[in-house]
């Protein structure tokens, strides 16, 4: 696992097979993000039997056949959504192809997972919208700021045990770095990615989502900017926003592509969850100058918490989400959770202010 590049971090984790062998197949199609070995590697460590894997790069798929030398090369994409036996499909296209083939896939009685971000316009949105609606498959999304971090995971069980009361703000703060020389073309169209708060902030949105308990929300303001990287005019590199949850709690993010090479890691994301009895920080995927990530504060009534839950949480979302597949059940994130996530991040996305980045003022 790379901890220096984020396009290619893939956590792994301890088996924790939900089903028996060979009960749950899946494949994957859409190799163009690196997310794609991290929603593998959960699903097989949750009991997934990956079965076949198909793109139309012969070189992603040799590569991804090195780590996992068990799976088949598919001759085409139509081999796999004609399957009798592949279950779900996990893909991580180019952000603005994901819509598309997830709509292959549910058209084809398959549940899809993708990475994020699931959309790029809210027309996409609205599309796969209806087509859940009419076909009962799922469009699951892989929030893996959240749901592959175990002190994300922790946060979750001790915000919803009530150990800091009503949530009221949350600060999300998702830093990345660029490593631009390694990043596809893609990645600097903005048709193509769809905007920094559609991408990365999705992540943000979610988060903000799952600890409020808030269903709904409006965004009050967001911007976006390029501050530092002329050579690509249509890169954001920066961006953040302010939410208003339905729950009545507040949300603050920012994304941005400025981790400095010095840094361990590949961003220094972390999360502050205040509660009218306490509050939550998490340090995410680096604690700086001590070491790994996962860290977890809590300050409550009863004084100060330092817990190190590395290894100790697990990623319980893969196995609920095979779970879900095989029982039409929704207990690893419900469809309207994963798609008001992305919903909240189009929009703030569509309405962000652009900054003047010259030294202008606006």
Not at 72 to 94: D, K, M, N
Not at 292 to 319: A, K, T
Not at 332 to 361: C, D, N, Y
């Amino acid at each position: 696992m790379s901890v220096g590049d984020g396009m290619n971090y893939a956590p792994r984790g301890k088996p924790q097979p939900v089903v028996q062998a060979g009960e749950f197949a899946f494949a994957a199609i859409g190799l163009d993000h690196g997310h794609i070995y991290g929603q593998c590697n959960g699903l097989i460590e949750a009991g997934g039997v990956l079965t076949m894997v198909y793109d139309p790069d012969p070189e992603k798929v040799a590569k991804f056949m090195t780590t996992y030398p068990g799976v088949t090369p598919a001759r085409s994409e139509q081999e796999i959504l004609q399957s009798t036996t592949v279950q779900l499909v996990a893909g991580a296209a180019v952000p603005a192809d994901r819509c598309a083939l997830g709509l292959r896939v549910m058209a084809h009685s398959k549940d899809y997972f993708t990475d994020k971000c699931p959309f790029t316009t809210l027309d996409q949105l609205a599309h796969a919208r209806q087509a859940v609606a009419q076909s009962g498959q799922k469009y699951a999304v892989y929030y893996s700021e959240r749901l592959h971090n175990e002190s994300a995971l922790a946060a979750g069980e001790l915000v919803h045990g009530g150990a800091i009361g009503r949530v009221i703000q949350v600060l999300g703060l998702g830093p990345h770095r660029l490593n631009a020389p390694s990043r596809p073309d893609w990645f600097f169209q903005f048709a193509r990615y769809g905007g920094i708060l559609c991408d990365i902030g999705s992540h943000q949105v979610e988060q903000f989502l799952y600890y409020s308990g808030s269903t709904d929300g409006q965004v009050l303001h967001s911007k976006v900017g390029n501050y530092a990287h002329p050579e690509y005019p249509e890169l954001e590199d920066y961006g953040d926003a302010t939410i208003v949850g339905n729950s009545g709690a507040t949300n603050y993010f920012r994304v941005d592509w400025f981790t400095p090479q010095g840094l361990s890691n590949w961003g220094d994301g972390r999360t502050v969850i205040l509660g009218t009895e306490g509050y939550i920080e998490l340090r995410k995927y680096v604690d700086i100058t001590r070491g790994g990530g996962d860290q977890l504060y809590l300050v409550d009534g009863r004084g100060e918490q330092h817990l190190s839950v590395s290894g100790q949480v697990g990623y319980p979302f893969f196995g609920q989400l095979i779970l879900d597949c095989l029982n039409r059940t929704e207990h690893a994130m419900t469809q309207a959770h994963t798609f008001k996530a992305a919903e909240l991040s189009l929009q703030a996305q569509a309405q962000a202010v652009r900054i003047a980045t010259s030294g202008s003022r606006t």
